[in-house]
Nanobody
């Protein structure tokens, strides 16, 4: 069982930055693939970024160059640094984890077994 707790959301203006954190409770955090997803009202939950156990990083095309995913295995934490935020980035952001034998990832939310409760990010124009 993996417990995930997100933090760092808030209300910001367009162009501002936020850093989301996701703390994981689990014995083998270093072996997890960690993902960030977001869900806007009336829309499905969608992929934002993922980082594999060996540091491979994957991004939604529209956030490339603006968002950066990173992990600190010593702190069992994954981060999402979000710069140049846009109103269309407004959503509830969720952290997800999947235990994998080999470094791999998927943009499909159904691939991940563990989820946090979400943190709201609101970007005003």
């Amino acid at each position: 069982q993996v417990r995930l707790v997100e933090s760092g959301g808030g209300l910001v203006q367009a162009g501002d930055s936020l850093r989301l954190s996701c703390a994981a409770a689990g014995r083998t955090f270093g072996s997890y693939t960690m993902g960030w997803f977001r869900q806007a009202p009336g829309k499905e939950r969608g992929f934002v970024a993922a980082i594999t156990s060996n540091g491979g990083k994957y991004y939604l095309e529209s956030v490339k160059g603006r968002f950066t995913i990173s992990r600190d295995n010593a702190k069992n934490t994954v981060y999402l640094q979000m710069n140049s935020l846009k109103p269309e980035d407004t959503a509830v952001y969720y952290c997800a984890a999947e235990t994998t034998e080999f470094p791999s990832y998927s943009p499909n939310p159904g691939w991940y077994d563990y989820w946090g409760q979400g943190t709201q990010v609101t970007v005003s124009s």
